[in-house]
Nanobody, 117 residues
Framework: QVQLVESGGGLVQPGGSMSLSCAASGSIPGFNVMGWYRQAPGKEREMVAIKTNGGTSDYVDSVKGRFTISRERGWNTIHLQMNDLKPEDTAVYYC???????????WGQGTQVTVSS
């Protein structure tokens, strides 16, 4: 079993910045992917940013140039730095971890990010 503990989130004004973190523990696959998905009210959950422990990253087009995912070397901990936040970034953000080549299986409890003036 894998446990994911998220931190960060809250309320920020448009154009502001915020950082999320997620720490994984438990039975973690050797070659894996960690990242963030989000789900806004009435919408499907979507991938925001993912990073393998080999260093490869991917982002949804809407956050490219604004969000940066990083992963602590040797640790199953990731961070998501979110800059120039927009109201459309408002959602519950979920941390995920899964084996490379698989699909999201383990989820954190979710953290609310609200971008509003």
């Amino acid at each position: 079993q894998v446990q994911l503990v998220e931190s960060g989130g809250g309320l920020v004004q448009p154009g502001g910045s915020m950082s999320l973190s997620c720490a994984a523990s438990g039975s973690i696959p050797g070659f894996n992917v960690m990242g963030w998905y989000r789900q806004a009210p009435g919408k499907e959950r979507e991938m925001v940013a993912i990073k393998t422990n080999g260093g490869t990253s991917d982002y949804v087009d809407s956050v490219k140039g604004r969000f940066t995912i990083s992963r602590e070397r040797g640790w199953n901990t990731i961070h998501l730095q979110m800059n120039d936040l927009k109201p459309e970034d408002t959602a519950v953000y979920y941390c995920t971890l899964y084996a490379f080549g698989g699909s999201p299986k383990h989820w954190g409890q979710g953290t609310q990010v609200t971008v509003s003036s």
